[in-house]
């Protein structure tokens, strides 16, 4: 599975931005689809999960300004990211878990990382 992400760059406080990571690839299933971040220097930190049914789980630091949300007919996640803050500047990568149709065993999978900056 090849996940491609989208939608990242530079907005002001307060603004908006939403991200997108389409999965690509034949013959698997994808499962739990997922947001993290990661700041210079600093190890990657989840920030939202879905799973195929649509729970969600989410940062206590984006609850209230960040949505998850995901199209299984297109193998798209996205992340409507609302109320930005300077602290949310970060390089964002999805993720993830699929499984080979009939067969055993999940792998987990990564998007490039997209830039968001959100300016004072």
């Known amino acids: 599975v090849q996940l491609q992400a989208s939608g990242g760059g530079l907005v002001h406080a307060g603004g908006s931005l939403r991200l997108s990571c389409a999965a690509s690839g034949s013959g698997f299933s994808i499962g739990v689809m997922g947001w993290h971040r990661q700041y210079t220097g600093k190890q990657r930190e989840l920030v939202a999960a879905?799973?195929?049914?649509?729970?969600?789980t989410y940062a206590d630091s984006v609850k209230g300004r960040f949505t998850i949300s995901r199209d299984n007919a297109k193998n798209t996640v996205y992340l409507q990211m609302n109320s930005l803050k300077p602290e949310d500047t970060a390089v964002y990568y999805c993720?993830?878990?699929?499984?080979?149709?009939?067969?055993?065993?999940?792998?987990?999978?990564w998007g490039q990382g997209t830039q968001v900056t959100v300016s004072s």
């Open positions: 879905i799973t195929s049914g649509g729970s969600t």
């Open positions: 993720s993830a878990v699929s499984g080979r149709v009939g067969a055993p065993g999940t792998f987990g999978s």
